[in-house]
C-alpha cells in the first residue's frame, strides 16, 4: 500500500492548512506594515507656517502659503469669495489652523 506522501515525506491532507497559515501570516504582515505607514506624520500635518499679513486678499494669502510650502490650492471663484480682504498673524501654526482662520 502506498503512503499518501510528497517527494518531502509531508502527507498531502497537511499541505493546505501549512499553506493556509503562510498565507495568514503574509496577509497579517503585510497590513502591518501598511498601518505603519499610515500611521506616519505627513507633510501636511507636521508643516508649520508662519504669516502676518494685513488687509489681503484671501488668494494672495493663498499664494504665500503656497510659496511657503508645498500645498497647492484649488477652488471656485463662484463659491468662494477669494477677493475678501482678511489679516491673518499667525506664528508656527499648522495649516488647518491657518485655514480655520482664513475662512
Avoid at 499518501?4 to 497579517?28: A, C, H, Q, S
Amino acid at each position: 500500500m502506498k503512503k499518501n506522501v510528497n517527494w518531502l515525506g509531508i502527507p498531502y491532507r497537511i499541505i493546505p492548512f501549512k499553506l493556509l497559515l503562510i498565507m495568514k501570516l503574509i496577509v497579517f504582515v503585510i497590513c502591518l506594515t501598511t498601518l505603519g505607514a499610515l500611521a506616519s506624520s505627513s507633510y501636511s500635518q507636521a508643516t508649520k507656517l508662519s504669516l502676518s499679513s494685513k488687509n489681503t486678499s484671501i488668494k494672495q494669502v493663498l499664494l504665500e502659503i503656497e510659496n511657503q510650502s508645498e500645498f497647492y490650492f484649488l477652488y471656485n471663484n463662484k463659491l468662494i469669495d477669494v477677493e475678501k480682504k482678511v489679516n491673518v498673524d499667525v506664528k508656527d501654526k499648522k495649516i488647518l489652523t491657518i485655514l480655520d482662520l482664513l475662512f
